[in-house]
């Protein structure tokens, strides 16, 4: 049995992860009650509908508006401090956050990717936008595993 190698993309490979892991976030809000959806437990700082808003605001932040240039303009302390957002309206935003993070990531070229990243926060300074794309895969998913850990807990 024979393996077919393609050619290493990143572009195209980051995109692809962050495409798969907003669909499964969609699922997973999906999954909550409305009521659960902001509810934390002892030890666990943030709810799963604070994390999704966060990685939201994160994504369309960093790659839509800073490398899309698409305009978004971040409020990161509502992304902790909000509550009031209903499950459809937070799988929306999820929604508006995957067209806006497809778009720029379509639209990035390799050439881009040694650049340095612009509005990047202090400890990331002068880093490349290749660099921070990893970053962002790297955050997105260390905050799935605690949505998708709190939401069992909930559920259970």
């Given at each position: 049995m024979s393996i077919e190698m393609k050619p290493f993309d990143f572009i195209l490979d980051a995109r692809e992860i962050i495409?798969?892991?907003?669909?499964?976030?969609?699922?997973?809000?999906?999954?909550?009650?409305?009521?659960?959806?902001?509810?934390?437990?002892?030890?666990?700082?943030?709810?799963?509908?604070?994390?999704?808003?966060?990685?939201?605001?994160?994504?369309?932040?960093?790659?839509?508006?800073?490398?899309?240039?698409?305009?978004?303009?971040?409020?990161?302390?509502?992304?902790?401090?909000?509550?009031?957002i209903s499950k459809d309206d937070l799988i929306q935003e999820i929604r508006l956050t995957r067209q806006a993070v497809d778009k720029a990531l379509s639209n990035l070229t390799n050439v881009q990717l040694c650049e340095v990243m612009a509005d990047t926060p202090p400890q990331h300074k002068g880093r490349t936008v290749g660099f921070f794309l990893m970053q962002l895969l790297c955050h997105l998913s260390r905050h799935r595993g605690q949505l998708n850990y709190l939401r069992r807990i909930l559920l259970a």
């Open positions: 495409m798969r892991d907003l669909d499964d976030l969609i699922i997973e809000v999906h999954a909550m009650a409305e009521y659960d959806l902001w509810r934390s437990v002892p030890g666990i700082k943030n709810s799963v509908g604070t994390l999704a808003f966060h990685l939201c605001g994160n994504l369309r932040h960093f790659i839509g508006s800073v490398i899309g240039n698409d305009g978004y303009i971040r409020k990161r302390e509502e992304e902790f401090s909000r509550q009031d």
